[in-house]
């Protein structure tokens, strides 16, 4: 029991960060550690190159989840123990069922009843923490859900909000962070409401807003403005582009971009 204190303490701060109001300045974009996400995890012999000669300094890597679109016939406890000690950090996702009103075909999808969801996410978030302990990260290593963009509406967006309280208790219990990742638009934007009622607040978010600019803050204008004033410290992701091709060391791997501000795994100080 004693083990555990220190780490529900962290977890609380975190949440209770997410609520309160950031004094501190913004980074500047060139300030911002690079990052990149790629479907599946990369050879190690990749990884290496890649460590070498590109600008990147975290990668992204599928765990797991139902909706997970590629094989990872790379990643093992081994891989992750090689890739850190290179000097990359790790943001894990997890890509269970998304939301209920989704218009992606032939996926798994959550229960539109708010309950229901609730108890999804707490499974889901168990398997996840069972997936990351048998990949060998330890506690406070975060986990991102992979929530996709979803049209928005009353029923759909409390499931979700529900479902990620049941993600984040699942995770925070077992001793992880927890992040989501999502379209600025509607998963975000639909946590950022359900703030004042959340019994458990997600650690990090990870924001998909392709603008094509490395920054973390400056989302406050605009139909989907996110206020600087929440996530603020070291608790945001963003992905400003998607699917692209990029050549370092003369090994091609395709990519989203991510500017990374939040919360990883690494071995570095």
């Known amino acids: 029991m004693k083990r555990l204190l220190p780490v529900f303490a962290v977890v609380l ?5 997410a609520c309160t109001p950031s ?3 913004a980074p500047s974009p060139s300030d911002i550690a690079q990052g990149f996400d790629t479907c599946a995890a990369p050879s190690t ?15 992204g890597i599928y765990v797991g989840g139902a909706n997970m679109g590629c094989a990872q016939p790379n990643l093992t406890a081994t891989w992750v123990t090689t890739v850190t000690d290179q000097g990359w950090a790790l943001l894990p996702i997890w890509v269970g069922p998304q939301a209920s009103c989704t218009t992606l075909s032939g996926t798994t999808t959550m229960s539109s009843d708010a309950f229901i969801a609730l108890v999804q996410g707490y499974t889901e978030g168990t398997a996840a923490a069972d997936r990351m302990t048998a990949l060998g990260f330890p506690w406070l290593a975060p986990v991102y859900y992979d929530l996709e963009a979803y049209p928005q509406n009353s029923a759909c967006t409390a499931a979700a909000q529900s479902f990620m309280n ?8 077992r001793g992880y962070l ?3 990742y999502s379209s600025l638009c509607s998963g975000i934007l639909d946590q950022l409401a359900g703030l004042p009622t959340a019994k458990y607040v997600l650690n990090a ?3 998909a807003a ?4 490395p920054n ?6 605009g139909s989907c403005a996110l206020s600087d004033d929440y996530w603020a410290f070291q608790q945001r992701v963003h992905q400003f582009k998607g699917g692209h091709n990029e050549t370092w060391g003369n090994v091609t791997v395709n990519i989203d971009s991510d500017a990374v501000d939040g919360p990883t795994y690494t071995l570095q100080p």
Do not use: E, R, V
């Not at 701060?13 to 960060?17: R, T």
């Not at 012999?45 to 990668?59: L, R, V």
């Not at 392709?210 to 600019?213: Q, Y």
């Open 45 to 59: 012999d990749t990884m290496t190159q890649w460590w070498a000669s590109s600008p990147y300094s975290s990668i």
């Open 216 to 221: 973390i803050f400056g989302f406050g204008t």
């Open 166 to 173: 049941g993600w984040t208790y699942a995770l925070n219990t």
């Open 23 to 25: 004094t501190k300045p």
């Open 178 to 180: 927890a992040g989501m």
């Open 13 to 17: 701060a975190l949440g209770l960060a």
């Open 210 to 213: 392709w603008n094509n600019t």
């Open 205 to 207: 978010i990870w924001i």
